[in-house]
């Protein structure tokens, strides 16, 4: 499911390679039937079924806006992948869901660029561990930054703490060269 093509087993001859009996999926993939589950157990338990097939469905823990309608076509194709950036081009003739096989976290935040259909984008979690956004049928051009809440909090604590830092230590500079004024 997750690009897995070959294993390597180590054997009493050395390493055996062997390929994955499913074909790995794409980075990107248009799925245009969406499956809501409540839970990981009923995720893993559909995940489990010998009739499911990643590439036709996805599944999610969330209704999906828009909804997919189901014979969805249509293309989708990587323009820029930086290790915290996907910048990423759709076109669909219906609503469908764009599978991105990268696991998914709540950090990474979606962003529709100018010449988009949709003008917000949702992320959501698919297949219990990768990353869906659902798509309305158009073109799409959106960016998908990761961008973690702490980050900025942390910049704050730090900028507040050398503040105050650098504020004491002018007042004891001050307080010094006062007192040698004086005397």
């Known amino acids: 499911m997750l690009r897995f093509r070959y294993a390597f087993v180590p054997t009493s001859e050395g390493i055996r390679v062997m390929e994955s009996p499913t074909p790995p999926l794409p ?89 988009s259909t949709q003008q917000s984008y949702q992320l959501m979690p698919a297949d219990y561990i990768l990353r869906a956004v659902p798509l309305a049928a158009g073109h799409h051009h959106l960016q998908i930054v990761y961008a973690p809440t702490a980050f900025p909090i942390g910049i704050g604590i730090s900028v507040a703490a050398w503040t105050l830092w650098i504020s004491l230590l002018v007042w004891d500079w001050l307080r010094k060269n006062r007192k040698k004024i004086l005397t």
């Open 27 to 115: 980075r990107l993939l248009l799925v245009s039937n969406g499956k809501v589950l409540a839970g990981r157990n009923a995720l893993f338990s559909a995940m489990h079924d010998p009739f499911f097939d990643p590439s036709e469905t996805v599944l999610l823990e969330s209704e999906p806006q828009p909804h997919p309608e189901s014979g969805a076509t249509g293309a989708a194709r990587l323009i820029s992948d930086l290790p915290d950036e996907l910048m990423i081009e759709a076109d669909t003739n219906k609503p469908t869901l764009l599978l991105i096989t990268d696991l998914y976290d709540h950090n990474w935040r979606v962003k529709a660029l100018p010449d």
